[in-house]
């Protein structure tokens, strides 16, 4: 299952893309409430998209992204493009997921 | 991220948003991240570590959109478009977070300048939307009150 979620629809030559990401985007501020120990950061840090293997948007988040974070944006674009979008988080993680605008 | 690569980081990408290339990152290849603005605790220091000084203009061409009254803090909607062209980054900034650099997006000639996210808020807070346009920083800056806080355990 992949943690994101996209959707992206063509209207007079403008893209607009929505995504969901699944990640706990963790500040490292929160403490366990069992426990009391920290809760370490976990946060997507970098969010690429490409439409056709050409670049659209590179973003960079940090911790106070809200958990499963939300993102949209528009781009130039055309039914049928190659849609990317990928992430990286703080520990290595990553995922990306790519589809055709509708 | 332990301390080495902190400090690391801290030296290669002071004062600078810009993608240093990845093959200095012996283990880390998507060290663009620029870790030292996002550890900014106040707000015109961090501004000044993205765009490397202070000199923003209010402009009306910046449209931010948040809600005034924000019920839960860990869910803030914000969206920023704007009509100046050559449009290079959007920045959000929570001057009141514990680090006020929340995002940043940087654009492509592809792409429209108009982003959307969601935001976690401690407390009551400007947020300021600041989009890079040539050489000129404009932004718009609107309070959002937030009831219960985004941060806390």
Redesign the interface.
Known sequence: MSTIKMRSKESNG?VTVKALIKHP?E?G???N?KTGELIP?HFI??VHSK?NG??????????????N?????????KKGDNLEISW?D?Q?N?DSKSGAVK | ?NRRNFIKNSILFAGS?VAVPSMIYSN?A?A???KTS?DIKDLTDSVKSVYGHNNLEESSKVKLKAPSIAENG????I?VSTTLDNVESIMIF?EN???P????????E???P????????GKTSNVMAAVKSGDKIYTSTQEVKVTIG????
Request: proline share 6%; charged share 20%; glycine share 10%.
């Open positions: 403008l985007m500040t501020a929160r403490k409430k950061a840090q970098e439409a050409k670049d659209i948007i590179t973003i960079y988040w940090g911790p106070a992204v809200s958990k974070p939300y993102l949209t944006f528009k781009y130039k674009g990286v703080n290595g990553r | 991220m948003l880390n998507y663009a991240w620029p996002f860990a869910i803030v909607p969206n929570v977070n514990p680090q650099l929340s995002s940043g997006y940087k654009l492509s592809l792409s429209e108009s982003i959307g996210t969601r935001l976690k808020m985004g941060c806390g355990g």
